[in-house]
């Protein structure tokens, strides 16, 4: 069936390195993107999103890449700190519709000093 | 900055109790939302509320799962008899828009405990 997935469940990046979080969706129909933050003890929190008639997309220290070719989505967290530590959403869903998103697995940032 | 409010924050509950879970979701939003995460594994969509109907459910809610805005403000999960899979963080949302595309800003979560 469709479904969104996180290559890494994992990640340990120095601080002040950057981060790169990967994503498979394989709904090609597909159209709209989010990466969620969820810090520990906390609910998910928006971080940014993305359209698919756009292949990048740049927020605060972060970016979104959007292949859709091999169906893939990354984030990018430039400079990372110690408050990046958390775990990563990816989801999917089509814009224009109330259905909701298909969310991934997740990915778990670790920060090293 | 106005954010989504859930209580408790910990419910520890005996399998076959009815269980209610309680949000304040932003004051000016119109959609509501549950969710829920078993420790260590992905969010899954429960159902989505707006106009006091629910617009969209996901198969996890059966029979036994129920929501209500009693008044103005409050947003309700319940659970009729929980079973010890119910176990898990629930979070609740809510939006201004119904469309995707329109920011879900989430509360902190209540974690169910079912003994």
Same mark, same amino acid.
């Given at each position: 069936?469709?479904?969104?997935?996180?290559?890494?469940?994992?990640?340990?990046?120095?601080?002040? +390195?950057?981060?790169?979080?990967?994503? @498979?969706?394989?709904?090609?129909?597909? +159209?709209?993107?989010? =990466?969620?933050?969820?810090?520990?003890?906390?609910?998910?929190?928006?971080?940014?999103?993305?359209?698919?008639?756009? +292949?990048?997309?740049?927020?605060?220290?972060?970016?979104?890449?959007?292949?859709?070719?091999? #169906?893939?989505?990354?984030?990018?967290?430039? @400079?990372?700190?110690?408050g990046d530590s958390a775990v990563y959403f990816c989801a999917e869903g089509l814009m224009d519709s109330?259905?909701?998103?298909? =969310?991934?697995?997740?990915?778990?940032?670790?920060? #090293?000093? | 900055?106005?954010?989504?409010?859930?209580t408790p924050s910990h419910q520890v509950t005996q399998m076959g109790q009815e269980v209610i879970l309680?949000?304040?979701?932003?004051?000016?939003?119109?959609?509501?939302?549950?969710?829920?995460?078993?420790?260590?594994?992905?969010?899954?969509?429960?159902?989505?509320?707006?106009?006091?109907?629910?617009?969209?459910?996901?198969?996890?809610? +059966?029979?036994?799962?129920?929501?209500?805005?009693?008044?103005?403000?409050?947003?309700?999960?319940?659970?009729?008899?929980?079973?010890?899979?119910?176990?898990?963080?629930?979070?609740?949302?809510?939006?201004?828009?119904?469309?995707?595309?329109?920011?879900?800003?989430?509360?902190?979560?209540?974690?169910?405990?079912?003994?």
């Open positions: 069936g469709e479904s969104v997935g996180l290559h890494l469940p994992t990640l340990s990046v120095q601080e002040g +390195d950057n981060s790169i979080i990967n994503c @498979a969706y394989s709904n090609s129909a597909s +159209d709209y993107f989010i =990466w969620y933050k969820q810090e520990s003890g906390k609910g998910p929190q928006f971080i940014i999103d993305i359209r698919s008639n756009m +292949d990048k997309r740049q927020g605060q220290r972060v970016t979104v890449l959007l292949n859709k070719t091999v #169906k893939h989505l990354s984030l990018q967290i430039a @400079a990372t700190q110690p109330n259905y909701q998103l298909i =969310w991934g697995a997740g990915t778990k940032l670790i920060i #090293k000093p | 900055e106005p954010e989504v409010t859930q309680r949000c304040v979701p932003i004051s000016n939003h119109l959609y509501f939302y549950w969710y829920r995460q078993i420790l260590g594994q992905k969010v899954e969509f429960l159902v989505s509320f707006y106009n006091n109907e629910i617009s969209e459910k996901s198969e996890i809610f +059966d029979d036994q799962f129920s929501v209500e805005r009693p008044d103005g403000s409050n947003f309700t999960l319940k659970i009729r008899s929980t079973k010890l899979e119910d176990s898990a963080m629930y979070f609740c949302a809510s939006s201004a828009e119904g469309l995707i595309s329109y920011e879900q800003y989430f509360g902190p979560g209540t974690r169910l405990t079912v003994t």
